[in-house]
């Protein structure tokens, strides 16, 4: 399995942006999907996960209602829309995959799959 992100830029405060993941192989509908990010001197913290096709999803207090994480089993991709960004959510954005939403949740270091990255960059 391979993960790609892409998606990431440069954008304003109050602006958005979506995040794609696309995942390789024929396997994709057995993994859980989430996103991950890591701003600069900090650790790597939980963004937000969807659990299966879509049954349930979960999100860190801190994008609550302003992001939305979804999934097109069509096109193997799983998708972070991004409104109303703020200089704070400046980070690299990493995609994951695993078969145990639980593990996603946690941010173990035993999730399976890593994508390698993009950059969000928010202005004030």
């Known amino acids: 399995v391979q993960l790609q992100a892409f998606g990431g830029g440069l954008v304003q405060a109050g602006g958005s942006l979506r995040l794609s993941c696309a995942h390789s192989?024929?396997?994709?509908?057995?993994?859980?999907m989430g996103w991950f990010r890591q701003a600069p001197g900090k650790e790597r913290e939980f963004v937000a996960v969807?659990?299966?096709?879509?049954?349930?999803?979960y999100y860190a207090d801190s994008v609550k209602g302003r992001f939305t994480i979804s999934r097109d089993a069509a096109k193997n991709t799983v998708y972070l829309q991004m409104n109303n960004l703020k200089p704070e959510d400046t980070a690299v954005y990493y995609c994951?995959?695993?078969?145990?939403?639980?593990?996603?949740?946690?941010?173990?270091?035993?999730?399976?799959?890593w994508g390698q990255g993009t950059l969000v960059t928010v202005s004030s």
């Open positions: 994951a995959a695993d078969p145990g939403y639980r593990t996603l949740l946690s941010g173990s270091q035993d999730i399976h799959y």
């Open positions: 192989g024929r396997t994709f509908s057995r993994y859980h």
């Open positions: 969807i659990v299966g096709s879509g049954q349930s999803t």
